[in-house]
């Protein structure tokens, strides 16, 4: 008998175990499920972080650019006004140049004869930095 009463304490130890493993089971599924989806939450959050932080830094780059682009589009605007003024008091000076004529007396012509090259030269050269333009059309 010492040797059924040693293999039925194995055999109620071997339960035990049994019913502690099929309890503990389940536990342990839903502890590593668990331990799983925070893993995979912290991935995407700092995938996340990086790609705000990209998006970010996108973004001040595009506003330093578009800041540069009106910065010389405003030059460029302030240096065209500045040459039609230029233009236009040459024109009026030019106009004002001309000798009154006597009664009667054809008008003379005007001294317009630099500011009518400089206006060609400036048209161009107009039209030479917008060929570039139009041929990307």
């Known amino acids: 008998m010492p040797d059924r009463a040693v293999t039925r304490g194995r055999l109620i130890a071997i339960g035990v175990m049994l019913v ?6 389940p536990w342990v599924y839903r502890s590593g499920g668990t331990a799983g989806a925070d893993h995979v939450t912290a991935k995407v959050e700092r995938d ?6 990209d998006a970010r830094a996108d973004e001040r780059r595009g506003a330093t650019s578009t800041a540069t682009i009106a910065a010389r589009t405003a030059r460029a605007d302030d240096m065209t006004d500045q040459l039609v003024r230029q233009t236009i008091q040459e024109l009026r000076d030019a106009i004002t140049d001309v000798p009154p004529a006597v009664a009667g007396d054809p008008l003379p012509p ?7 090259d400089r206006l060609n030269a400036s048209i161009a050269r107009a039209d030479r930095a917008a060929e570039p333009a139009g041929a990307a059309e």
């Open 20 to 25: 502690a493993i099929v309890a503990v089971l």
């Open 48 to 53: 996340h972080g990086a790609a705000v932080a």
């Open 110 to 116: 005007a001294p317009v004869d630099g500011l009518r």
